[in-house]
């Protein structure tokens, strides 16, 4: 862990970006230099996007010197040592994004796995003409005190027409993290709710937690996983676990992490030992629920650990948690901000493990553009204002999350991403087979990931993919995460694998 | 405390949509109607919307039948307790908001303070068919990874442009409590790096950190003041302490509170006593920051305490806070969440303190559409990746921002502000000599509020001038806030005025 953190200290900007910046190749067109002979033999496939490029086009490092130019402009203003490359969201198209040099990359990555439905989308272009849209941006309504009449609609169509089965409730936010912390309080506020039963707040609980002091400010906990990731703001970071990194230095609150089970591939050569480790994991779950310091109002946590690695677990362990939060009286929070909205081949991950009762929320954001969770009416606390802000969500949002449930409906794009993805991932294990480095193929539709023998191969690979053509991020110490959009299709699958096969011996 | 409490609990929706529903009041076109004799008097004033209403109308009681209706079926997806009626904004215009069933008030709430520059803002509508906007719509971007090329246009034109004197910095984000929740977390890292130096971060802070555990997650605290509000996410609402009911059954951090001036009014009869209670809270402020359990790293205050009750402190105590923090190397954060962009008669409203440097951020969000926090390149983080997240902020919004920028510029809205507002203070304090029950009041520019005698008259005086068809808020226990738009005009002062006095009679 140390040694990828010295990487990470300050410098001048002229040298971060001379360090980021990939050695400059000759323009070339990429798919044809290409050669383990996939790219063309899905060329019959209808497209999403026939505007679209056809292939990657690299005409400069990356990022180039127009990037470079921007990026200096604006790193006056704004820390732009994170920035990749400055995009030209005009020119890019479908799956491909296109940056400020001209470049065309096929793109695996998607905004950390944010663009739901293609660059540009037409879906989302023809919302701007519309008199709604255009009356929901000039004006931004307190959703808590005067929703618009069209507000009601939005909530139908976004969420309620794909609201996982068995939850009617809706409370909408702005990004993850606050979705989370949303859905913390409203564990910790029924939890304290039940326990009080039908008296009222006690002159001590009002006046204690004006001073920040319990009982008013009470000493309860969300449980999480080692690895997870739910945010990055005070509540949220402290369940989170995937990098010490996002971690130090910031206040958190004594809350409990238990170990989230670490399985070993090939799957279906290590049965015996991933049960034992998921028991094992199930039961520390349960210890620690039972034994904590502070009493667990609620766990959370992810379907795929995203950030954290992308570490899976069966179906099986998430019905055996599920149980242990049900008998011990603790909520349990699906967090699908990264999971959620079609990538996993089902809308919602959790869907996967055929829970016998639904969870007690589910969170979202990213790809469904709008933020907030799920839940059990149960949930609204027994007193008005206290799951409540000024915006209490976006409109314009909504809208657009109306927009990629009509498209993922119209287009059948869950069956796209199931079938891709199942020919990705055989794709993958064979070149894992042929190329050592390409470890432990895993994935759920399209949310695939593969670990390389260190982070160094790994970032090394992504820089040279990047030069290749294609977009692809990291997670966790060495993995790479694949989070193409939902439109990706067979012939962009061809493209990422073939150059995958030419990038390996390079990296 | 109690008291009010008491209505809060839980209650079917039917019985709590038939509490809030006004009696119902035959037809009336009110600004005829009232007889405090203002109205008409600035008739030749141009309007900033000419095709706004003329004058209030209320057909039906608010909620209404279609409100009502409307909140019925939202209701069996989200909490609508505190929705007080359904806008319709497709028929809204200006300083005025028409409910679902075509009743026209003139609105002083504006959304929680948050519309800027009226309804339908043609500003607003003229950015839908802008290319460069639907592009931002359309491609929301991941920032920290991929800013679009425009983006740097949108920082300079929205951001940059009225950024404080001396403040170079930005970091965007998406709401007033995740902007304040990333400026704590730049002070913290800025004074943990600070003690730390030039050494990178120890193994056992790393490690600790993981665990939610000190020294990687330390006993650090903000400081802030009795009754202010700065959110209601974890970190953020550990530093609020308007209201009990925000606070209690959630867990906090143990930060310091201090106290905030309780000023008598009238200003000029209360000279020596409001010199000393400012005093008294300094004082005191500077004890907490020196003895305070665990070392505090910044201290956070409200140019107006808004959320509180509208408390106002002199420009002296202010810069007198800042010299305390510049002593004791505590960095020094005002929220303009509320008091930004413009309705204070300034731009930010601390610009009235004259500070001898910048404070060390300003956060903002609500009426700039756009949210974050401004500050000193110092800040930033040694390391990358560290203030940072998948949005990290909106492009979409930060364009709406540049709009108001340059509405406010174009169309003179700071002086219209400060003229009105002076109008609206000048005679408010007649009507407080008039009638007793109209008490303290007190504003910058048109940020104005006055108390009544009980939280109970303060809400029946609400209900009645919404009645007769202006709509205010409340703060605080017992104060009237007035928050109109910045293009809210002398005409519409006198509507306000004379309604004012016609309801204060009834209520």
């Known amino acids: 862990m140390l040694r990828s953190l010295k990487n990470l200290k300050t410098a001048p900007i002229q040298r971060q970006l001379a360090r ?15 050669g383990s002979g996939r790219i063309g033999t899905h060329a019959n496939e209808k497209s999403f996007f026939p505007d679209e490029p056809q292939q990657p086009q690299v005409k400069t490092a990356i990022p180039g010197p127009s990037s470079k130019e921007i990026m200096q402009r604006l790193n006056q203003y704004q820390d732009t040592r994170s920035v990749f490359y400055i995009a030209d969201f005009a020119k890019s198209k479908g799956n491909y994004i296109v940056d400020a040099d001209g470049n065309a990359l096929l793109d695996l990555f998607a905004q950390i796995a944010s663009i739901p439905i293609g660059y540009n989308s037409p879906a989302f272009l023809a919302l ?5 849209f255009q009356s929901a941006l000039a004006n931004r309504p307190a959703l808590g005190v005067n929703p618009t009449k069209d507000w009601v609609d939005a909530v139908e169509q976004a969420f309620m027409s794909v609201a996982p089965k068995g939850m009617s409730n809706v409370f909408t936010a702005m990004c993850g993290s606050c979705a989370n912390e949303n859905a913390f309080k409203a564990a910790f506020m029924y939890q304290a709710g039940k326990r009080r039963g039908d008296k009222e707040f006690t002159m001590e609980e009002l006046q204690s937690c004006m001073k920040n002091q319990a009982p008013g400010s009470p000493d309860m906990s969300v449980l999480s996983f080692a690895q997870g990731f739910h945010g990055r703001l005070f509540g949220s970071l402290t369940t989170t676990g995937s990098k010490a990194i996002h971690k130090v230095d910031i206040p958190a609150f004594d809350w409990p992490k238990a170990p989230f089970p670490q399985r070993k591939y090939p799957l279906e050569d290590n049965v015996e030992h991933n049960q034992k480790v998921e028991q094992q994991c199930l039961e520390e779950t349960e210890r620690l629920i039972k034994t904590w310091k502070s009493p667990v109002a609620a766990v959370v946590i ?12 069966s179906p099986d362990f998430f ?19 990264q999971t959620g909205v079609g990538a996993t081949g089902t ?3 959790h869907e996967a493990w055929n829970l016998p009762t639904p969870p007690d929320m589910v ?21 008005p204002y206290r799951l409540y802000n000024t915006w209490m969500g976006d409109p314009v949002r909504a809208m657009q999350a109306a927009a990629i449930v009509r498209e993922v409906k119209d287009k059948d794009l869950l069956q796209n991403v199931s079938r891709v993805g199942e020919y990705l991932q055989k794709e993958l294990k064979e070149i894992s087979r042929k190329y050592g480095k390409i470890q432990d193929v895993r994935g759920q ?20 993919m990047r030069k290749n053509g294609v977009n692809i991020g990291g997670c966790g110490d060495r993995a790479i995460r ?8 067979m012939k962009h699958a061809d493209i990422f694998l073939d150059t995958l096969e030419k990038s390996i011996a390079k990296a």
Chains 1, 2 share one sequence.
């Open 482 to 489: 694949l989070r193409p959009m939902l439109t990706f299709q």
């Open 347 to 349: 809308f919602w991950a």
């Open 319 to 337: 019905r055996k948690l599920q149980q242990i939060c049900i008998k011990n009286d603790v909520l349990f929070i699906v967090d699908e901000v």
């Open 128 to 132: 701007t003409s519309s008199p709604a």
């Open 445 to 464: 539709g399209t949310f695939i990931a593969f670990d390389l023998p260190t982070a160094q191969d790994r970032d090394s690979l992504i820089g040279e």
């Open 20 to 34: 980021s910046t990939l050695a400059y190749q000759p323009v070339r067109t990429l798919a044809t230099a290409v």
């Open 302 to 313: 992810e379907p795929v650990q995203s950030e954290g690695g992308d570490n899976h677990a």
């Open 363 to 383: 969170t979202f954001s990213k790809k469904f553009q709008a933020a907030g969770f799920y839940g059990h009416p149960k949930l609204r606390p027994a007193q």
